[in-house]
């Protein structure tokens, strides 16, 4: 019989490459049940089976000598499974990867295919590891295969960012992400908090794992060091008023100083936003659920605009394992929402324009579209200075060991 841990990995990985579903969803609807130890490993093993879906099914056919596009989706699920035990992780006895996983495709009713599993999961465990470890990865095409990510995006780095920026991107990305919250200064209490304090983000803690009650208690918000940079960028203060667009879940609209109006377009997003809001204590928020492109007249006049826009994600990729398979760049959004930005900010205000992904058309071309002046924010935080745009802050997830972000503080009129 195998483990729940598994047979939760499994069901996350059907859910998420048979019926498009995120897998951070997926996987706390499976996961409910299962105790921390096997939440764990569970969480682990499905996604990293899905990040590294690319590789481990080249990996599956070659020694298979059938394409993984033509099993049973239960089967397929189990040997990627069982494949990323063997070829990635350490600790797992081989004899448990490969037994555990060919029950959870007897225990899907397809005893036909037990004997294929078996002999295939033999095999990777005999030379699973060494095949991977020993793909090429001089161009971006190959990569883009050792690495498990699609063409496009390996093509993309390689391109804008060259080759040995482009490796180490790909290599990091498919790393855990930093564990870091953000200490909530309305709670006192959050003082208690233990971590590494970060020396250029004055309540950015890093933390050995995140303490739920904290959440609960609204003492820590989870929030990489790459997006609490984006908040302080907005300059917002005491008596000034500012305009979040796309504010949920309400990180950073939670961040900021003065009157805030939080804009969400969806109904259940605008709830969790405003409950975040009252966890936060952040009183100063005012929570809109409107369409961005299609605000009401009277939100106007603002000294601060922030457009956390929505984007590709290529700077969040390994916090989030399904989005390398459906990540695709927004351009034409983001240039809207600017335009909206633009036209609700006063004149002499700031539009603060930030994107979770690091390619130039999400990034420097939406801003140089936009006809708005950029400020000189690298002058003020010259560690995350873009490197060929220094009005610009970048965060490379290879070199500040954070999350990947684009920030421009524009300058209206």
């Known amino acids: 019989m195998s483990s729940p841990g598994r047979k939760v990995a499994q069901q996350v990985l ?70 990323y035990q063997l070829a990635y992780l350490d600790g797992v006895p081989a004899r448990a990867a490969v037994n555990e996983s060919v029950e959870l495709v007897r225990e899907a009713g397809l005893e036909k295919a037990v004997g294929f599993a078996n002999a295939v999961l033999r095999r990777v465990a005999e030379g699973g590891r060494s095949l ?18 699609p063409d496009w995006v390996a093509e993309l780095w390689w391109r804008e960012h060259g080759e040995e920026e482009a490796l180490a991107l790909m290599r990091t990305l498919n790393e855990p992400p930093e564990t870091v919250v953000r200490l909530n200064r309305r709670r006192p209490d959050s003082a208690r908090i233990e971590g590494t304090r970060d020396p250029d983000l004055p309540d950015a803690l890093r933390v050995e794992r995140v303490d739920e009650a904290a959440i609960e208690q609204g003492l820590v918000w989870p929030q990489s060091r790459g997006s609490q940079l984006a908040g302080l960028a907005v300059g917002a203060r005491e008596g000034e008023r500012t305009l979040d667009l796309c504010a ?33 204590g952040a009183t100063n928020v005012t929570v809109v659920c ?29 916090s989030r394992a399904d989005l390398r398979w459906h990540a695709r760049p927004l351009p034409e959004l983001q240039a809207d929402l600017l335009r909206v930005a633009a036209e609700r900010v006063r004149p002499g205000g700031t539009v603060l324009y930030s994107v979770c992904t690091i390619n130039q058309e999400e990034n420097e071309a939406v801003v140089d579209a936009s006809g708005m002046t950029p400020e000189p924010l690298g002058d003020e935080w010259p560690q995350y200075r873009h490197p060929r745009r220094p009005g610009f802050l970048l965060t490379l997830p290879h070199r500040h060991r954070t999350s ?8 209206v009129g």
């Open 132 to 149: 991977v470890e020993a793909l090429p990865e001089r161009t971006a095409a190959e990569a883009a295969l050792k690495h498990s990510y």
């Open 248 to 280: 949920a879940p309400g990180g950073k609209a939670t961040q900021l100083a003065g009157d805030v109006v939080a804009v969400e377009k969806h109904p259940g997003r605008a709830r969790q936003l405003e409950e975040n809001c009252a966890r936060l």
């Open 404 to 411: 990947g972000f684009f920030i421009g503080r524009l300058q």
């Open 14 to 83: 059907l859910r998420v490459f048979e019926q498009d579903a995120y897998a951070d969803r997926a996987f706390a609807v499976a996961a409910a049940g299962l105790d921390e130890r096997e939440r764990a490993f569970a969480q682990q093993v499905a996604y990293g089976s899905i990040q590294r879906a690319r590789t481990l099914d080249h990996a599956i056919e070659a020694l298979a000598g059938r394409a993984a596009d033509g099993f049973d989706p239960p089967v397929r699920a189990a040997l990627r499974l069982g494949a």
């Open 290 to 318: 409107a369409d961005a492109l299609d605000l009401p007249a009277e939100l106007t006049g603002f000294d601060h605009v922030l457009v956390d826009a929505p984007c590709s994600g290529l700077g969040v990729l390994n």
